[in-house]
T-cell receptor, first 113, second 113 residues
Framework: AQKVTQAQTEISVVEKEDVTLDCVYE???????LFWYKQPPSGELVFLIR??????QNEISGRYSWNFQKSTSSFNFTITASQVVDSAVYFC??????????FGAGTRLTVKP | DSGVTQTPKHLITATGQRVTLRCSPR?????VYWYQQSLDQGLQFLIQ???????AKGNILERFSAQQFPDLHSELNLSSLELGDSALYFC????????????FGPGTRLTVT
């Protein structure tokens, strides 16, 4: 079955600390897509990144970086030098069959000043 | 601002009633996806329309239906409402028929009393 696991329910860090959010997925498909979304307290879902299953290159965007490893079925997200504005719930998701998106349960990140 | 609009923002109704949620996708996007976010079920994919046609179905109840109109806006109809249907309903749009990044609207919070 397709499943996305975010084992960390809540993480609390102090500003400027680095933090890694874990995501493990299960799939039998060879073609699939992985996503990260941010849900700040205001409630909207903000797109962060999309990765297809054939592209294992890590990506960096400012303070954000993503590590995709097919060997361990993981797609982890690291925030470097965290800031209070990073406080949100972060969702990892997997899309298969080109349409069906499965979300993990989310990790609530709290960054304290 | 993702460019996806949803109305209304909040909706309070009674059990047994029927409601319609509306979504306008980003300019140029042909795909519309509907999701439900609840405390017990998390974020669940309901249904996708692409250029007016149903493309994929997720965990959508038979009491729920959707359609996409020629101007590409979409409506999600929820009928015979139950207390358990109380949730945040998101619409997302994408420029592709599948696999692309999805941009989410602000959501409609439905409360069934």
């Amino acid at each position: 079955a397709q499943k996305v696991t975010q084992a960390q329910t809540e993480i609390s860090v102090v500003e400027k600390e680095d933090v890694t959010l874990d995501c493990v997925y299960e799939t039998r498909d060879t073609t699939y897509y992985l996503f990260w979304y941010k849900q700040p307290p205001s409630g909207e879902l903000v797109f962060l990144i999309r990765r297809n299953s054939f592209d294992e290159q890590n990506e960096i965007s400012g303070r954000y970086s993503w590590n995709f490893q097919k060997s361990t079925s993981s797609f982890n997200f690291t925030i470097t030098a965290s800031q209070v504005v990073d406080s949100a719930v972060y969702f990892c998701a997997q899309m298969y069959n080109n349409n069906d998106m499965r979300f993990g349960a989310g990790t609530r990140l709290t960054v304290k000043p | 601002d993702s460019g996806v609009t949803q109305t209304p923002k909040h909706l309070i109704t009674a059990t047994g009633q029927r409601v319609t949620l509306r979504c306008s996708p980003r300019s140029g996007d042909l795909s519309v996806y509907w999701y439900q976010q609840s405390l017990d079920q998390g974020l669940q994919f309901l249904i996708q329309y692409y250029n007016g046609e149903e493309r994929a179905k997720g965990n959508i109840l038979e009491r729920f239906s959707a359609q996409q109109f020629p101007d590409l806006h979409s409506e999600l109809n929820l009928s015979s409402l139950e207390l358990g249907d109380s949730a945040l309903y998101f619409c997302a749009s994408s420029g592709t028929s599948g696999g692309g990044e999805q941009y989410f609207g602000p959501g409609t919070r439905l409360t069934v009393t």
